[in-house]
């Protein structure tokens, strides 16, 4: 079973609601529809917003859609923090609970299908990697990395793209930590969530110029709304290079802006680019990821699609 097989579990199983997609599609706006409706509570599937260093950067709901509805896992970590699939997986679990135990519906927000798989499908319990052999496995440059792998996990070097570093370093060590691939860790992972929940979710789609559109609105209001405040406090805390915060869309180009060597028109334009190419890439993995998760087109805040989600979420389709 892979993230959330509809045919498992049982129909009566508490339930849980999901709204995926890339940015700038809209699945904000449909989320706070559709939880209106249900008295849901929206929980946080995206990893940049569960930092509280930056809000606007990372387009964190307003205090105007967090009094409409309960929000969870909203700037709940701190920039020093490095977050993971599994800390999320662990933390949304709660909410999830909490919601559920409370009588509301749960509803997981976001873009970051990695991190929805680990909560969904269960992910592999790795021990935690000793720092110096974290350390010396991140030193490495991406051909010498590539090639350690092909020699420690030769399966996991066949399965990975070259140029997909991140993910060739954790392979490479886990093994040299562990002595066990991660393939085999993920084997004896921990159940998922939709092994013991109900989970109905939809993938929101959206036109390309369409989105290139919203993303362009969205990086001009964050240029007129503080970011580069945010992004200068942020920085002057001189945190590890290696902290996941720093890698946030739009931190390197506005840092190059504060730092004097690039104008704000060039910073703007980079940061643009870097949001569209990342709303591609996200659009790209969904577009080729869970098959039976329903699509949603158009405008996702048409109160058509808020009413076709709705009842798509609590009846399946059964109605």
């Known amino acids: 079973m892979s993230m959330a097989d509809p045919s498992l579990p049982a129909s009566n199983a508490p339930r849980v609601g999901v709204i995926a997609g890339a940015t700038a599609t809209g699945k904000s ?19 940049s917003q569960l930092y509280a260093d930056l809000p606007i950067l ?18 709940v970590l701190d920039g020093a923090e490095a977050g993971s699939a599994a800390s999320w997986a662990a933390l949304a679990r709660r909410e999830i609970d909490a919601a559920t135990a409370s009588g509301r519906l749960p509803l997981l927000v976001g873009g970051n299908g990695l991190y929805l798989r680990a909560l969904l499908d269960g992910i592999a319990d ?3 990697i000793h720092a110096g052999v974290r350390a010396a496995v991140r030193a490495l440059d991406p051909t010498a990395a590539r090639a350690a792998l092909e020699i420690e996990d030769a399966a996991a070097a066949a399965r990975l793209h070259p140029a997909d570093r991140q993910r060739t370093l954790r392979a490479l060590e886990v093994v040299r930590a562990t002595g066990r691939t991660l393939a085999g860790w993920q084997s004896v992972g921990a ?11 939809v993938v929101v789609t959206r ?4 989105v290139h559109a919203r993303c362009a609105v969205r990086v001009e209001a964050m240029l007129g709304s503080g970011v580069l405040d945010e992004v200068a ?7 590890p290079a290696d902290r996941p915060v720093l890698r946030t869309i739009g931190v390197p180009p506005l840092a190059t802006y504060l730092a004097g060597d690039a104008s704000l028109a060039e910073a703007g334009a980079r940061l643009l ?12 993995w969904w577009r080729n990821q869970q098959p039976h998760w329903r699509r949603i087109t158009g405008a996702p805040d048409d109160r058509a699609n808020a009413d076709e989600v709705s009842e798509y979420i609590t009846h399946g389709d059964d109605r």
Not at 29 to 47: F, K, Q, S, W
């Open 191 to 201: 159940v998922g969530l939709s092994a013991t929940h109900c989970v109905r979710a």
């Open 233 to 239: 406090t942020l920085l002057a805390r001189g945190l």
């Open 273 to 284: 680019s870097d949001t569209r190419h990342y709303a591609k890439r996200q659009a790209t």
């Open 58 to 75: 990372s387009a964190q709901p307003t205090a105007a859609d967090r009094a409409r509805v309960s929000h969870r896992l909203y700037g």
């Open 29 to 47: 706006a449909l989320a706070l529809a559709v939880a209106e409706r249900l008295g849901a509570v929206i929980v946080n599937a995206d990893a």
């Open 126 to 128: 790795v021990p935690e």
């Open 207 to 210: 036109d390309r110029d369409k």
